[in-house]
């Protein structure tokens, strides 16, 4: 039973209440209640991380930025992209999306977890302070297992997202209902340069423990000539019977592994109208 409720009005406030009290952060609070039941919990959401700015060519997202605020954001629509911003209006419903933050969606241990995938194409990095200091890691360092393990004594501070001059994110979700979690998401950032695939970045989540980038077959697309014939070779190049698919009550695994190439197929072949 929660004994104690803190609001930490700084990072450093967090990191030290983290470090003395045992207790556990949250910030939206929509996965919390459901993960963990501590004497303490730190409540991050008047620590001053909520802010989407601009800094050194790279998009700087707080921790306890919502989903809403990033949905309404002119900046993620401009930096990022609409197909960005669809991706994570696909997280759960408009309340979830009002409540839930951006750190929140990275540290739950969930395999779902939507934004990681997006992030993952985007090449995210992610900076985590503990009370020795701060870190700035590749989103992979929170899609690895055992990341929350890792998290235990850190706090993510902020999500920093290098700007490119042509973004072009697409994202696919497959699940049962629109505010249901995913069964299936994959995530592309891709360029086209003379009719090449010049920029490739796939990312696939909910199918495996962690969402990963598919770089076997960004490998296939790289620097060939686009057409769907490639696409659909560089997909029967893929040892597809090598992944550990994660399970999943409402299908089988089998079902899982024929939707992810169903969505590949569908994403990259709206790929091939990149610039
Ligand atoms: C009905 C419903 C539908 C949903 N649908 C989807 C979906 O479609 N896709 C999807 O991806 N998710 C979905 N979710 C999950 C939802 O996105 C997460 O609950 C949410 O992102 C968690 O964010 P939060 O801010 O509420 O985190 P909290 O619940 O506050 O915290 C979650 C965990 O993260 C830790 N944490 C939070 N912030 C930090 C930080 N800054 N540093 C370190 N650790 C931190 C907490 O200690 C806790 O362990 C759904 C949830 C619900 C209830």
Redesign the pocket.
């Given at each position: 039973m929660v004994k104690q409720y803190i609001y930490a009005t700084s990072s450093e406030e967090a990191l030290d209440y983290l470090k003395n009290t045992g207790g556990?952060?949250?910030?939206?609070?929509?996965?919390?209640a459901l993960?963990?039941k501590p004497d303490t919990l730190i409540d991050?959401t008047r620590a001053n991380l909520n802010y989407i700015k601009m800094k050194d060519n790279s998009l700087v997202i707080g921790?306890?930025t919502t989903l809403g605020d990033i949905i309404k954001s002119p900046l993620c629509y401009q930096y990022l992209g609409e197909g960005f911003v669809q991706g994570v209006k696909?997280?759960?419903?408009r309340q979830?999306q009002n409540?839930?933050?951006i750190?929140?969606?990275i540290?739950?241990?969930y395999h779902?977890?939507?934004?990681p995938v997006l992030l993952l194409v985007l090449e995210a990095k992610v900076k985590l302070e503990t009370t020795n200091g701060e870190n700035l890691l590749p989103i992979e360092a929170l899609t690895a297992d055992g990341y929350r393990t890792f998290?235990k004594d850190?706090?993510?501070?902020e999500i920093i997202i290098p700007v490119e001059e042509k973004v072009n994110i697409e994202w696919e979700k497959f699940t049962i209902t629109a505010?249901?979690?995913?069964i299936l998401s994959v995530a592309t950032n891709i360029t086209l340069n003379e009719n090449k695939w010049k920029r490739v970045k796939i990312a696939v989540g909910s199918l495996t423990k962690n969402p990963f980038r598919l770089k076997a077959l960004e490998e296939e697309l790289l620097n060939k000539e686009k057409s769907i014939e490639l696409i659909d070779k560089a997909l029967e190049k893929i040892h597809w019977e090598e992944i550990k698919v994660f399970p999943d009550q409402r299908v089988s695994k089998d079902y899982k592994l024929n939707i992810t190439k169903v969505l590949l197929k569908r994403i990259l072949t709206k790929g091939l109208r990149a610039r």
């Open positions: 556990v952060i949250v910030a939206g609070g929509t996965t919390v993960t963990s991050i921790a306890t696909q997280i759960g419903s979830l409540m839930a933050t750190g929140g969606n540290a739950i241990p779902w977890r939507d934004l998290l850190k706090l993510i501070t505010s249901d979690v995913s």
